[in-house]
């Protein structure tokens, strides 16, 4: 079956400009969380949402946002990127609302602000 | 509060030689614990994770990784390390009961000599 699929791959943005990510799950996860990965910081989680409605929130500004349809396919916005925002975000897709069903995460999407 | 610490920034190993990647995880309650492989510029791929049960789990390109309670760690080990293992690992906990959030370590570079 068809992976976690992230688009686009690759973006590069203005600083004060927004973007959004895309974030398709497996078939059948009712559950997406992101993260964003940088040098400095490393792994951190986003927020996450399950059935469309976001469960968890990391600390992170109020600038980032995101939604999931009822598909589950899940966006997330930044407005007024700044270069700290560049990074690689990556999203994971699992069955279920809890630890236990695993998590498989996409390829990423690479962004970067000039 | 969740925490997962992996002592060793950058390992190097030789090719053949045998692997073991440290990772201690701090939570109150029983974990799920997970390791992760990301080579430069991809996502991440999951080795293998323990959930409950049998504290050896055997995951995949022949990397196995021990539970133990008491010490609190979830030490990666191969027997035999290939070239193409080189990448980054991370050690990743989500607590029982919890909603999807992994804490994820802040990673261990291995470098593998011919």
């Known amino acids: 079956k068809a992976g976690v699929t992230q688009t686009p791959r690759y973006l590069i943005k203005t600083r004060g400009q927004q973007v959004t990510l895309s974030c398709s799950p497996i078939?059948?996860?009712?559950?997406v969380s992101w993260y964003q990965q940088t040098p400095g910081q490393g792994l951190q989680f986003l927020f996450e949402?399950?059935?469309?409605?976001?469960?968890n929130k990391g600390n992170f500004p109020g600038r980032f946002s995101g939604r999931q349809f009822s598909n589950s396919r899940s966006e997330m916005n930044v407005s007024t990127l700044e270069l700290g925002d560049s990074a690689l975000y990556l999203c994971?897709?699992?069955?279920?609302?809890?630890?236990?069903?695993?998590?498989?995460f996409g390829s990423g999407t690479r962004l970067t602000v000039v | 509060a969740q925490s997962v610490t992996q002592p060793d920034i950058h390992i190097t190993v030789s090719e053949g030689a045998s692997l073991e990647l440290r990772c201690n995880y701090s939570?109150?309650?029983?974990?799920?614990l997970f390791w992760y492989v990301q080579s430069p510029g991809q996502g991440l791929q999951l080795l293998l994770k323990?959930?409950?049960?049998?504290?050896l789990v055997q995951g995949i390109k022949g990397f196995e990784a021990e539970f133990k309670r008491s010490q609190s760690s979830f030490n990666l080990r191969k027997p035999s390390v290939h070239w193409s293992d080189a990448a980054e690992y991370f050690c990743?906990?989500?607590?029982?009961?919890?909603?999807?959030?992994?804490?994820f370590g802040t990673g261990t570079l291995l470098a593998v000599q011919p």
């Open positions: 990743a906990v989500v607590g029982v009961g919890a909603t999807n959030k992994l804490i």
């Open positions: 078939s059948g996860h009712r559950s």
């Open positions: 994971a897709s699992s069955l279920a609302g809890q630890g236990g069903s695993g998590y498989t």
């Open positions: 323990y959930f409950s049960g049998d504290t």
């Open positions: 939570y109150g309650a029983t974990p799920y």
């Open positions: 949402y399950f059935s469309e409605t976001q469960r």
